[in-house]
């Protein structure tokens, strides 16, 4: 009877062990549009599926990539499905995105707009801004803390700038593009904080 007990005594172990980790696990919440969910952490690996800003998940497991960008292994719990995830897409506590979105108008005459606010910890900014392909973007920014972020999304979700410095390039596709202010991944979960004013042309 003694060794009958023992596998009575393994599954209650296991089950215990698999609710502690359960209560372990760390919710979440997406925060962006249509964020990319890739196969393992790098913006280059194959993209498994996509999430919407206010998707809950849970924190399976965290690395830091060659890049120094922090990444989440995260799992929906809806569907089980899991892949990685930038953190600065990423707000822990499974708390609704602290960020907003304002649409970019030009002046009648004009071809640019300033805009400016503050932004702290994983929250961010994001702007629209309709432009047509062919045509110049230009932004710069300045602001009380070096560790601002632009990042400069195409209609399509793909990345065309993301960074610090002044910047112009030539828009690939038409449609409405989002421009988001945020402090760099590194410094979000210190909750380093920042005003800024982001100056944006379009010719």
Same mark, same amino acid.
């Given at each position: 009877?003694?060794?009958? =007990?023992?596998?009575?005594?393994?599954?209650?172990?296991?089950?215990?062990?698999?609710? =502690?980790l359960?209560?372990?696990?760390?919710? *979440?919440?997406?925060?962006?549009?249509?964020?990319?969910?890739?196969?393992?952490?790098?913006?280059?690996?194959?993209?498994?599926?996509?999430?919407? =800003?206010?998707?809950?998940?849970?924190?399976?497991?965290?690395?830091?990539?060659?890049? /120094?960008?922090?990444?989440?292994?995260?799992?929906?719990?809806?569907? /089980?499905?899991?892949?990685?995830?930038?953190?600065?897409? +990423?707000?822990?506590?499974g708390?609704?995105?602290?960020?907003?979105?304002?649409?970019?108008?030009?002046?009648?005459?004009?071809?640019?707009?300033?805009?400016?606010?503050?932004?702290?910890?994983?929250?961010?900014?994001?702007?629209?801004? /309709?432009?047509? *392909?062919?045509?110049?973007?230009?932004?710069?920014?300045?602001g009380?803390?070096?560790?601002?972020?632009?990042?400069?999304?195409?209609?399509?979700?793909?990345?065309?700038?993301?960074?610090?410095?002044?910047?112009?390039?030539?828009?690939?596709?038409?449609?409405?593009?989002?421009?988001?202010?945020?402090? +760099?991944?590194?410094?979000?979960?210190? /909750?380093?904080?920042?005003?800024?004013?982001l100056?944006?042309?379009?010719?």
């Amino acid at each position: 009877m003694k060794f009958r =007990a023992f596998p009575v005594l393994v599954t209650t172990l296991a089950l215990s062990l698999a609710t =502690a980790l359960s209560a372990l696990a760390q919710t *979440a919440t997406i925060q962006g549009n249509r964020v990319n969910v890739r196969r393992y952490p790098s913006t280059s690996a194959e993209i498994q599926s996509y999430a919407s =800003a206010g998707d809950r998940v849970e924190i399976v497991q965290s690395t830091n990539a060659p890049d /120094g960008a922090l990444w989440y292994m995260v799992m929906f719990p809806n569907t /089980g499905v899991r892949g990685w995830v930038r953190s600065d897409l +990423v707000r822990l506590g499974g708390q609704p995105p602290s960020s907003s979105t304002e649409r970019i108008s030009f002046a009648p005459g004009t071809s640019g707009a300033t805009v400016g606010g503050r932004v702290q910890g994983t929250q961010s900014k994001n702007y629209l801004l /309709g432009a047509s *392909a062919g045509q110049t973007i230009t932004t710069a920014i300045t602001g009380t803390s070096p560790h601002l972020q632009v990042r400069v999304i195409a209609p399509n979700g793909v990345d065309i700038y993301v960074g610090s410095a002044n910047w112009s390039g030539v828009l690939p596709i038409s449609g409405d593009y989002q421009l988001q202010v945020r402090m +760099v991944p590194e410094m979000q979960q210190s /909750g380093a904080s920042g005003e800024y004013s982001l100056t944006v042309a379009v010719r």
